[in-house]
C-alpha cells in the first residue's frame, strides 16, 4: 500500500513539473505571494518501536523501574513484552503490528515572494488513523497493553523556499503542533481494577519539506514529508484491588495501595507523505 501511495504522489508532482502551459497563464511576477487555503491527505507511518514495554511504579512513589513480584519474590512480568498489541494472554499468541493509516488535513497559509526567495507561515488542522500500542505478559497468565491514537492534531508552521524557474518553489518548513491522544488501555486480568489518568492534549513539534508547483494563476499541487513528534510522557494505569487477594502482586504488602504504569517509550512520533493542494487568492 505504502508504495502504491508513493509512486502515485511522485507521479503527480512529475505531472505538475511536466505542464509548463499552466504556468504561462500566470499574470504575476510573483506567482507564491499572497493568502492561499488548501488540503493535504496521504499516509501516515510510525517507526517501529522495537524494545518499547511497561514499566511499573511498586511503591508509588513518582519513580518507574520497579519490578512487581509475585508472593514467593518471582518477577510476575517474566514473560516480557511485545510492540504492539497483544492477542491473548500470553506471549505464544503474539501481538497485533502497531498501525499506520491515512491523514487529512485542511491548510490556511501566507507567503511573500521576493525574487526567487519565498517565506511564510501555514495553519492547519486535521487528524490522521495511525495507532501505537506495547503490552506486558505476567505469569497468571494475563495481559495489559497500552494504546495511543491521535483523536485531532494542528499545527503553525513557518515556511521558505526557493523557486526554481518560474513556477516551482522547493521550500522546508517547521513549526509547533498541538494533539489530543486518545489513551487506552486493555487487559485480560478480571480480577484487579484499572483507572486511567493523563493529559489527554499536548505539545509537539513538526518539520520537513516539500515541492509545489502552481498551475495557472491561482491553483498549485505538490508533494510534502513532514515529521511529527509529542512527548506523550504522563498517562498512568493505576492496577488496585478489585477482587483479587491480599496475594496478588499488584497490592502485596507493604504497599496495598497499589502499581502505577507508564508507557518506556515516551515519545508519540511518525511520518508523514502527502499530497498538496491550494487556491490562491
Request: hydrophobic letters at 35%.
Amino acid at each position: 500500500m505504502r508504495t502504491t501511495l508513493y509512486a502515485g504522489l511522485a507521479g503527480a508532482t512529475l505531472f505538475a513539473l511536466s505542464t509548463p502551459a499552466f504556468a504561462q497563464d500566470m499574470t504575476t511576477d510573483e506567482p507564491f505571494t499572497g493568502i492561499y487555503v488548501g488540503a493535504a491527505g496521504g499516509y501516515d507511518v510510525q517507526p517501529n518501536d522495537v524494545g518499547s514495554g511497561i514499566l511499573f511504579d511498586r511503591n508509588l512513589d513518582g519513580n518507574f523501574g520497579d519490578t512487581v513480584t509475585t508472593a514467593a519474590g518471582a518477577n510476575a512480568f517474566s514473560p516480557g513484552f511485545c510492540n504492539g498489541a497483544a492477542r491473548g494472554n500470553a506471549p505464544a499468541a503474539g501481538c497485533r503490528n502497531d498501525k499506520d493509516g491515512w491523514a487529512y488535513y485542511g491548510r490556511i497559509g501566507a507567503d511573500k515572494q521576493m525574487g526567487k526567495f519565498v517565506v511564510g507561515v501555514v495553519g492547519e488542522f486535521g487528524k490522521s488513523d495511525i495507532t501505537d500500542s506495547v503490552s506486558a505478559f505476567s505469569t497468571t497468565p494475563a495481559s495489559y497493553t497500552m494504546t495511543r491514537s491521535l483523536d485531532w492534531e494542528a499545527g503553525a508552521r513557518g515556511r521558505a523556499g526557493y523557486v526554481a524557474g518560474d513556477s516551482t518553489l522547493f521550500y522546508a518548513t517547521g513549526g509547533v503542533g498541538y494533539a489530543r491522544i486518545n489513551h487506552d488501555f486493555a487487559t485480560t486480568n478480571t480480577a484487579n481494577a484499572f483507572g486511567l489518568r493523563g493529559k489527554r492534549n499536548q505539545w509537539g513539534i513538526q518539520a520537513g519539506g516539500g515541492i509545489e508547483q502552481k498551475l495557472g494563476s491561482n491553483f498549485s499541487i505538490g508533494m510534502e514529508y513532514l515529521y511529527h513528534r509529542y512527548d506523550d510522557d504522563d498517562f498512568r494505569v493505576r492496577a488496585t484491588a478489585g477482587s483479587a487477594p491480599a496475594t496478588n502482586p499488584f497490592i502485596l504488602a507493604p504497599n496495598t495501595t497499589g502499581t502505577d504504569f507508564a508507557r518506556s517509550d515516551q515519545r508519540f512520533g511518525w511520518h508523514s507523505i502527502r499530497a498538496t493542494a491550494a487556491f490562491r487568492f
